[in-house]
């Protein structure tokens, strides 16, 4: 293990958070004790999840906001990203609700809940979108996997020959999406891609992802979704970067592709070993809030220490 992660020892002189030591035994692979486990299910933002979730299990509109809403977690996609930042998983019944959900609308059972948008890719990208969240979680699900399958199979055909071709991807995906996707806020460089193939990333071929993350670490063009673009590595705002690089981290082969960034972001720590990348981190919390520096601090370095994990 990385030896960042000495740092662990110093933690617990900061009182850290029942969610930031929850999520710390989740990240050394150590089993959660009851106490604890108890605790952090008690904790403010998963009761703030559980308050917001609705029947359906979904938490309203799935990708796009209401205005008219005002809500802590305004999108299903939302609150399922808090929840991977805070380390839950399946067997937590906050969990598995969302997750039937989403497989209800991947098979249509549950009808999609945003305003349809008059596009040739939207209806792709919302089995894209649905997919890529509820890959968070995993999923055995026939209609889940048949999804996944097309994706990976326009993936397979756009690196082919070793390297991206836009030509071959939109032939691809206009005979198995019925839309070209190169360029397109579904391209293969989409976070909700991304996402989709870090979480399934079991399933594709060693080769494959070692192309797909060094086209991504290449491209001079943002993340589509987001503001970072990967190749000005810590010159973008850390907040967009780390949107990107947390699901990156679940590739084998990220830290490989991504090293010398992690270098340079160990330079970032204090003489302790600590990273408070300030206010403007804009990220799922742990501790309840950051008005202490001290709390600040610990949440920073429990969440950058995912990326060496």
């Not at 809500?71 to 399946?90: F, H, K, N, W």
């Not at 209806?123 to 055995?140: E, T, V």
């Not at 326009?154 to 082919?160: D, I």
């Amino acid at each position: 293990m990385d030896d960042v992660f000495c740092v662990i020892e110093n933690i617990s002189a900061l009182s850290p958070s029942p969610a930031a030591r929850y999520r710390i035994q989740r990240l050394l692979g150590q089993p959660v004790q009851p106490e604890l486990l108890d605790a952090f299910c008690r904790s403010k933002w998963v009761e703030l999840l559980k308050a917001g979730q609705r029947e359906d299990g979904g938490f309203g509109r799935f990708h796009s906001m209401d205005s008219k809403v005002k809500q802590l977690y305004p999108t299903t996609e939302r609150a399922v990203d808090a929840m991977r930042i805070l380390g839950l998983s399946r067997g937590c019944p906050l969990v598995d609700r969302v997750c039937a959900y989403m497989e209800g609308i991947i098979t249509g059972d549950i009808p999609w809940p945003d305003v349809l948008e008059k596009n040739p890719w939207y209806r792709s990208a919302i089995g894209l979108f649905a997919a890529s969240k509820l890959s968070a979680f995993g999923s055995d699900s026939e209609a889940f996997l048949k999804v996944f399958d097309l994706w990976h199979a326009v993936l397979r055909e756009a690196f082919a020959d070793g390297t991206y071709s836009r030509d071959r991807a939109n032939r691809v995906s206009k005979e198995l999406l019925g839309c070209d996707i190169d360029g397109r806020y579904i391209a293969l460089n989409s976070i909700y891609a991304v996402e989709l193939f870090a979480h399934m990333e079991s399933r594709l071929d060693e080769d494959l992802k070692r192309r797909y993350l060094k086209w991504l670490h290449g491209l001079e063009i943002p993340v589509f979704y987001t503001s970072a673009v990967l190749s000005r590595g810590l010159d973008n705002r850390f907040s967009d970067l780390y949107r990107v690089y947390f699901p990156l981290s679940e590739f084998s082969c990220f830290r490989e592709e991504f090293g010398e960034e992690l270098r340079l972001l160990k330079e970032r720590r204090d003489p302790n070993g600590f990273w408070n990348f300030g206010r403007s981190f804009n990220v799922q919390k742990l501790s309840d809030d950051w008005r202490s520096r001290a709390r600040m601090t610990t949440d920073h370095t429990v969440l950058a220490l995912v990326l060496y994990a």
